[in-house]
């Protein structure tokens, strides 16, 4: 699966890991001269499996407008969530309102609580009425960077640690429940982006990650209550090596 762009409008060690080739590099549509340089990716691209969409969002851009500022930071580690077959999901329990938005349309913000004080985005995928999700693990900051901080309150954390794990993520980016539902495709509060316009993260055949980077997997974090099938499943993906993965993947992966 690729993800296309469009023009924007203004907790244990893993014991198994494998390695990906980076999906093909997305279609950027040409936009004004005078329009925002960043490209909102097509939510059309994400009407895939989700352990497909986890890895095609590897090295996308999630972008935060709101009045104290533009942060935009890039997707350096994800994970793939499935429907009720999946032990480790959500869905596991069939269609609730918690979990509605997970059924889709693909490209909308799944925003939850954990333990009623951290907030997780994922970004919703496969076809809609199937539900399946993509959790943004690690993003690692690039624009904005000072708001971030703020909103960690973390004054002694280097930059790359600011987005080091889904809740950090979240309270740097400032996402919560008010997001919940969005389509991440158009709205103007939170959207998803293509890197292409930044001449750093060109490369052709990397796709949406820079010449060199590789993806890596291993099974998802935190989820042994799913049973051996689902919670040794290497559905947990990121940017080898990345100094703002949430933790280190096994050596060798």
Same mark, same amino acid.
């Given at each position: 699966?690729?993800?296309?762009?469009? !023009? +924007?409008? %203004?907790?244990?060690?893993?014991?198994? *890991?494998? +390695?990906?080739?980076?999906?093909?590099?997305? $279609? &950027?549509? /040409?936009?004004?001269?005078?329009?925002?340089?960043?490209?909102?990716?097509?939510?059309?691209?994400?009407? =895939?499996?989700? /352990?497909?969409?986890?890895? *095609?969002?590897? =090295?996308?851009?999630?972008?935060?407008? #709101?009045?104290?500022?533009?942060?935009? +930071?890039?997707?350096?580690? %994800?994970?793939?969530?499935?429907?009720?077959?999946?032990?480790?999901? @959500?869905?596991?329990?069939? $269609? %609730?309102?918690?979990?509605?938005?997970?059924?889709?349309?693909?490209?909308?913000?799944?925003?939850?609580?954990?333990?009623?004080? @951290? @907030?997780?985005?994922? &970004?919703?995928?496969?076809?809609?009425?199937?539900?399946?999700? &993509?959790?943004?693990?690690?993003?690692?900051?690039?624009?904005?960077?000072?708001?971030?901080?703020?909103?960690?309150?973390?004054?002694?954390?280097?930059?790359?640690?600011?987005?080091?794990?889904?809740?950090?993520?979240?309270?740097?980016? !400032?996402?919560?429940?008010?997001?919940?539902?969005? !389509?991440?495709?158009?709205?103007?509060?939170?959207?998803?982006?293509?890197?292409?316009? /930044?001449?750093?993260?060109?490369?052709? /055949?990397?796709?949406?990650?820079?010449?060199?980077?590789?993806?890596?997997? #291993?099974?998802?974090?935190?989820? !042994?209550?799913?049973?051996?099938?689902?919670?040794?499943?290497?559905?947990?993906?990121?940017?080898?090596? @990345?100094?703002?993965?949430?933790?280190?993947?096994?050596?060798? *992966?």
């Amino acid at each position: 699966m690729t993800l296309a762009a469009q !023009d +924007a409008g %203004t907790p244990s060690p893993e014991t198994s *890991s494998r +390695a990906f080739q980076a999906p093909r590099a997305p $279609r &950027v549509a /040409d936009q004004p001269r005078d329009a925002d340089p960043l490209r909102r990716i097509d939510a059309a691209g994400l009407s =895939g499996p989700a /352990d497909d969409a986890a890895r *095609s969002l590897l =090295g996308a851009l999630i972008v935060r407008d #709101g009045g104290s500022g533009r942060r935009v +930071a890039r997707i350096v580690e %994800t994970e793939a969530y499935a429907g009720p077959e999946d032990g480790a999901s @959500h869905a596991r329990f069939g $269609r %609730t309102s918690r979990n509605a938005v997970m059924f889709g349309p693909p490209g909308r913000a799944y925003v939850y609580l954990v333990y009623g004080l @951290h @907030h997780c985005l994922n &970004v919703v995928c496969g076809p809609e009425g199937v539900a399946s999700a &993509v959790l943004i693990r690690a993003v690692a900051p690039l624009v904005g960077t000072s708001l971030m901080r703020a909103r960690r309150g973390r004054t002694g954390d280097p930059d790359w640690r600011l987005g080091a794990g889904p809740a950090r993520a979240c309270q740097a980016l !400032d996402i919560d429940r008010s997001l919940d539902g969005i !389509d991440l495709s158009c709205d103007e509060r939170l959207w998803l982006a293509s890197p292409a316009s /930044d001449p750093a993260l060109q490369g052709g /055949d990397p796709g949406l990650l820079a010449v060199g980077e590789r993806i890596v997997a #291993g099974p998802r974090v935190g989820v !042994d209550y799913a049973g051996p099938e689902w919670a040794t499943r290497p559905w947990r993906f990121g940017i080898a090596g @990345h100094p703002s993965l949430s933790r280190p993947f096994p050596a060798g *992966s």
